[in-house]
């Protein structure tokens, strides 16, 4: 009964999740309490992919690092430069007390912070590493190992004779 109560909500999430894709959402996991009170160190930060020319003053955006290459950086917008390239974005920390050192220029499509869910953003980023993935496949093997063995070893049903 545990078991299937389980598997059941397992099953739930990655539908879920796999929705939120589908739809056009993107998680990312928040990391600092640049944020807070926004968003919280831990939460999951659960983006609308949206096209950069409907981004506004006040928004929280996530973006790449101009700095470090391969990072994500969810900030508020605080102000839209026009430039001759085009707009520039300038954005800023609520928990920071100046704003970012940077004006960003936006790609076509920008996620755009629908809603947070506290605290599962460190399942997501402890998913994506070696040891938990490890453990995962272990579980499952010990699991479908625990599986055929039952199956194996369960008791010979008898049949009632027939007369």
Not at 72 to 86: C, D, E, F, N, Y
Not at 130 to 156: F, S
């Amino acid at each position: 009964m545990t078991t299937a109560l389980v598997a059941g909500a397992i099953v739930t999430l990655v539908a879920a999740y796999a929705a939120l894709l589908v739809a056009g959402y993107k998680p990312v996991a928040v990391y600092s309490g640049s944020m807070r009170p926004t968003l919280g160190v831990g939460s999951l930060a659960v983006d609308k992919v949206v096209d950069a020319h409907n981004v506004r003053v006040g928004d929280v955006i996530t973006f790449n690092d101009p700095f470090v290459k391969g990072r994500l950086v969810t900030h508020r917008v605080a102000q839209i430069v026009p430039t001759k390239h085009g707009l520039a974005y300038r954005t800023k920390g609520d928990a920071n007390a100046a704003r970012d050192p940077w004006a960003i220029r936006l790609n076509q499509q920008v996620g755009r912070v629908a809603f947070e869910v506290p605290v599962a953003g460190y399942v997501l980023y402890y998913a994506h590493t070696r040891e938990v993935r490890g453990g995962l496949i272990c579980i499952t093997a010990a699991l479908l190992l625990l599986g055929l063995m039952r199956r194996i070893w369960r008791p010979e049903t008898t049949r009632p004779s027939e007369a």
